[in-house]
């Protein structure tokens, strides 16, 4: 049975029913206290009741501040998530409890977001909130439903197609003023490595004499040997060994930075370092004949459909297989 009582200018209503915890929620009319409270008792008796009473109390600004610690702190893209965390917390829905947020809430952020940035940042966007209502929900036991999961996704931009010509690639080398870049530029263009595994790469993970690296913590979560071409090898080896063990001692974004201001002095537009992965895996394709699963095996897609999207084939090589 409801307790109705008045406690100021509010209506506190209080239920207690065996089999379930105690509930205690605040109203500013009795004629609503008494609704819920039929709505709550009607739900218990059926066994259809959730208490959502911790995330009205808890608001998404705490929520993405617990999230950081219990959930982002343990994944790989942890650093990218933390721009996106504080972008959550910067924004006026912060401020709303994880109850009161719907589904309309969310596709307005979307509407307003996408004026200001790319499809691929607002559906990365989403998805972090959408991951974390999902925590709530399981693994803190919030009883809320995901706001997130209906809400229309803006479609994704069309794969980058852009190739880069060995004298492209010759030019930006010329032009950087970063000691480690060029041999960045190298490795990713000769290996297909993700920009990630490249800056991850230590001595004692690489074999001159075997031509390999092994790459223990790749983005899809298995470890593979990249094998290193002869060109590879003398990139490695031209280079000075570090006293920490690490083969670059510059940071991804970093070289990601010098990348574009040597680009821009080479007067070469629209490309970046993540499309060296592009060309490499074409190259991989064209140049050296491999197939399909030999390509796979060097670049460490997991599917085919991926993969499919990092190739750019030159019709002129096609034709001439053609004969």
Known sequence: MATIRKKGKTWHCQIRKKGFPTVTKTFRTKSNAESWAKIAESEMVRGVYTDTSEAESTTLREALERYQVEVSAHKK???NELSTIRLWKERPLADSSLASIRQVDIAKYR???????????????????????????????????????????PKPNKPRERRLSEDELQRIIAATESSELPAIIRLLTETAMRRGEVFSLRWDS?????????????????????????????TLTSLPRRIDGNVFGITPNAATRAFSRARTRAKIENATLHDLRHEAVSRLFEDKGLKIMEVASVSGHKSLSMLKRYTHLSAEIIAQKLG
Request: aromatic share 4%; hydrophobic share 35%.
């Open 77 to 79: 893209s942890h650093n």
């Open 111 to 153: 509407d307003e977001r996408i004026k200001e940035v790319g499809p691929a940042s607002v559906r990365n966007e989403l998805a972090l909130l959408s991951h974390l209502f999902t925590i709530a929900a399981t693994d803190w036991n919030m009883g809320i439903q995901n706001p997130v999961l209906n809400v229309r996704k």
């Open 206 to 234: 690489i074999d001159l004499k075997k031509q390999t690296a092994h790459l223990l913590d790749t983005k899809n979560g298995e470890s593979r040997y990249v094998p290193l071409s002869k060109r590879a090898i003398e």
